[in-house]
């Protein structure tokens, strides 16, 4: 079992910044994909940044320039810097985790419990 615990999400004015953590936690073998996600009111699911086990990243194309995505591998964590907000960038943000698990090596993918934020003057 893998357990996701995120934090940093809230209120913050256009142009500010928030940084989001989401760190791993269970019977993890080795973490590969890394990502996170988000959800506005009304619209699906969609993913906002990913980094892979060396370190290769994707950003939607609505982020990017503006949010960073990074791992510590040492604590099984990922974060996303998000400056210069903007108030379509509110939604509630997931992240995601992928790997293999300890003992049986089989392969696991999870979800954070999700932490809003929300862009707002």
């Known amino acids: 079992q893998v357990q996701l615990v995120e934090s940093g999400g809230g209120l913050v004015q256009p142009g500010g910044s928030l940084r989001l953590s989401c760190a791993a936690s269970g019977s993890i073998f080795r973490i590969t994909a890394m990502g996170w996600y988000r959800q506005a009111p009304g619209k699906q699911r969609e993913v906002v940044a990913t980094?892979?086990?060396?370190?290769?990243?994707n950003y939607a194309d609505s982020v990017k320039g503006r949010f960073t995505i990074s791992r510590d591998n040492t604590k099984n964590t990922v974060y996303l810097q998000m400056n210069s907000l903007k108030p379509e960038d509110t939604a509630v943000y997931y992240c995601?985790?992928?790997?293999?698990?300890?003992?049986?090596?089989?392969?696991?993918?999870?979800w954070g419990q999700g932490t809003q934020v929300t862009v707002s003057s």
């Open positions: 980094i892979n086990s060396i370190g290769n990243m």
């Open positions: 995601n985790v992928q790997g293999m698990v300890a003992r049986t090596f089989s392969d696991f993918r999870s």
